[in-house]
Nanobody
Framework: QVQLVESGGGSVQAGGSLRLSCAGS????????LGWFRQAPGKEREGVAA???????RYADSVKGRFTISRDNAQNTLYLQMNSLKPEDTAMYYC???????????????????WGQGTQVTVYS
């Protein structure tokens, strides 16, 4: 069982930065694939970034070069550094976790088993 709690969301002007955190619990946290997803009102959930237990990362084309995903296994924490934010980045952001053999082939499209409650990011122009 894994529990995930996001933090770090807020309102920021376009061009600004935010850093999201996802604190996890569970003995096997370092063994999971971890991902960030977002969902804007009226839109489908979108995979933003993912990182496997070995540090391999994947990004959605819409955030490449602007967002960076990282994990600190010693602290059981996942991060998403978001730079050059745009109004279209406005959404509820969720972190997710699951075993690699379940999600590693499509880490940005898979339906992860464990989810946080979300943190809101609003980017205004």
């Amino acid at each position: 069982q894994v529990q995930l709690v996001e933090s770090g969301g807020g309102s920021v002007q376009a061009g600004g930065s935010l850093r999201l955190s996802c604190a996890g619990s569970g003995y096997f946290y370092s063994s999971y694939c971890l991902g960030w997803f977002r969902q804007a009102p009226g839109k489908e959930r979108e995979g933003v970034a993912a990182v496997d237990p070995y540090g391999t990362t994947r990004y959605a084309d819409s955030v490449k070069g602007r967002f960076t995903i990282s994990r600190d296994n010693a602290q059981n924490t996942l991060y998403l550094q978001m730079n050059s934010l745009k109004p279209e980045d406005t959404a509820m952001y969720y972190c997710a976790a699951d075993w690699p053999d379940v999600v590693e082939r499509t880490p940005l499209q898979s339906n992860y088993r464990y989810w946080g409650q979300g943190t809101q990011v609003t980017v205004y122009s």
